[in-house]
């Protein structure tokens, strides 16, 4: 895998985003799909909340040889630099600042009000089109969660939360409980 290697003339979004100043960072989080930038507010503090909650119950149950890692960047092609709320890496010891899609077992999203749509259905489609073998959309408001898994191409839903719980077999087993 190769470390930061972007030549600014091949992926239009993602040279501007990785060339964008520190200041213009802070408090945004930016990624580039397909030319366009796209910009959305800093995570909230109850956003936070479940992203600890979540890396609490997931990290002791990962695979060896893998990773939990929050707030990363992901290259999903060409010109498409996403950033997940957490990725699960399958090359842990790589020092980057974004990882190919090719080295992502599961991206997860916790919807928020100003995600919600993006998170059900860009993203959804653009991890897909990358090849990521499994999605996590997780619903604060009704303490709920879904692990899509790729199948021909598109997500498919492979397990759901039942009474605020999440009991995965696959990608690896744990069991997610998702009542505050």
């Known amino acids: 895998m190769q ?6 003339g ?3 979004g993602l040279a501007e ?3 964008l100043p520190n200041e ?13 930038l796209v ?12 992203l600890q909650r979540l890396q609490l119950a997931v990290v002791p149950a990962l695979p060896k040889g893998t990773a939990l890692l929050p707030g990363v960047a992901v290259r999903c ?6 950033i997940p709320d957490f990725v699960i890496v399958t090359c842990p010891d790589v020092a980057t600042t974004w990882y190919p899609a090719s080295e992502v077992l599961l991206a997860a999203e916790i919807e928020s009000p100003s995600t919600r749509v993006q998170d059900r259905i860009f993203k959804k489609a653009l991890y897909a089109e990358a090849l990521i073998p499994y999605y996590l959309l997780v619903d604060p408001e ?5 692990v899509y ?7 498919l839903p492979h397990a759901k939360s039942e009474g605020g719980v999440l009991t995965l077999a696959e990608p690896f087993p744990a069991e997610l409980n998702l009542r505050a």
């Open 77 to 82: 092609g060409e010109s498409r630099l996403l």
């Open 17 to 19: 985003v990785l060339a």
């Open 142 to 146: 009704q303490e709920a969660a879904t």
């Open 149 to 155: 898994a790729l199948s021909e191409g598109d997500y």
């Open 24 to 36: 213009q960072l802070l408090g945004n989080r930016i990624e580039g799909v397909d030319g366009t």
């Open 10 to 12: 091949e992926a239009p």
């Open 3 to 8: 470390t930061n290697d972007i030549n600014p």
């Open 39 to 50: 910009m959305g507010p800093a995570p909230t503090a109850l956003h936070q909340q479940w």
